[in-house]
């Protein structure tokens, strides 16, 4: 399934340009045209799947097995990496630019432009994590079962 607005579905059917990695039946990588550092890939289901929960379970064990190998065939490419990112945006308030799911790998050396920032030093009592732990679990346990801690 495919969506016609989709810029990455259009890639799949030949509409656009991309610079391909690798592909199968469910999943294709290319290279990103705006790369955080050379190499930059995203893994891409080819169902149009808009958020993580919209991919099946299946397609996302074996989006993340590509991603797995993406990562692996970058360090062993001869471009500059010393380390990876994996950078999945889910959401437009993950930052998620296209609506089609696509999870992003990237090589990362010392001295390389990308930059996290975030208020790593902000560490909630332990009280807050446990409430905020049980609203989480009791929303999984709702929707697949399953018990935890």
Same mark, same amino acid.
């Not at 399934?1 to 810029?7: G, S």
């Not at 065939?73 to 609506?99: H, K, P, T, V």
């Not at 999870?103 to 930059?115: E, Q, S, T």
């Given at each position: 399934?495919?969506? $016609?607005?989709?810029?990455f579905?259009?890639?799949f059917? /030949?509409?656009?340009?991309g610079? %391909?990695?690798? &592909?199968?039946?469910?999943v294709?990588?290319?290279l990103t045209?705006? $790369?955080?550092?050379? /190499?930059?890939?995203?893994?891409? $289901?080819?169902?149009?799947?808009? +958020?993580?929960?919209?991919?099946?379970? &299946?397609?996302?064990?074996?989006? #993340?097995?590509?991603?797995?190998?993406?990562?692996s065939? +970058?360090?062993?490419?001869? +471009?500059?990496?010393?380390?990876?990112?994996? #950078?999945?945006?889910?959401? &437009?308030?993950?930052?998620?630019?296209?609506?089609h799911?696509h999870?992003?790998? #990237?090589?990362?050396?010392?001295?390389?432009? #990308?930059?996290l920032?975030?208020? %790593?030093?902000?560490?909630p $009592?332990?009280?807050?994590?446990?409430?905020?732990?049980?609203?989480i679990?009791?929303s999984?346990?709702?929707?697949w079962g399953?018990?935890?801690?």
């Open positions: 399934m495919t969506d $016609p607005d989709c810029v579905c259009a890639i059917r /030949g509409e656009a340009p610079s %391909w990695v690798y &592909e199968d039946d469910r294709a990588v290319i045209i705006g $790369p955080v550092t050379p /190499g930059h890939a995203m893994v891409l $289901p080819k169902a149009h799947a808009p +958020l993580l929960a919209d991919l099946s379970e &299946e397609d996302a064990r074996h989006l #993340f097995t590509v991603t797995q190998r993406t990562a065939a +970058l360090r062993q490419s001869g +471009l500059q990496c010393e380390g990876i990112n994996l #950078f999945l945006a889910d959401g &437009e308030a993950a930052f998620q630019e296209i609506a799911l999870m992003h790998v #990237f090589p990362r050396y010392a001295g390389d432009p #990308f930059k920032v975030a208020n %790593w030093d902000d560490k $009592p332990r009280e807050e994590l446990d409430a905020n732990a049980a609203r679990r009791a999984y346990e709702a929707l399953g018990t935890g801690r």
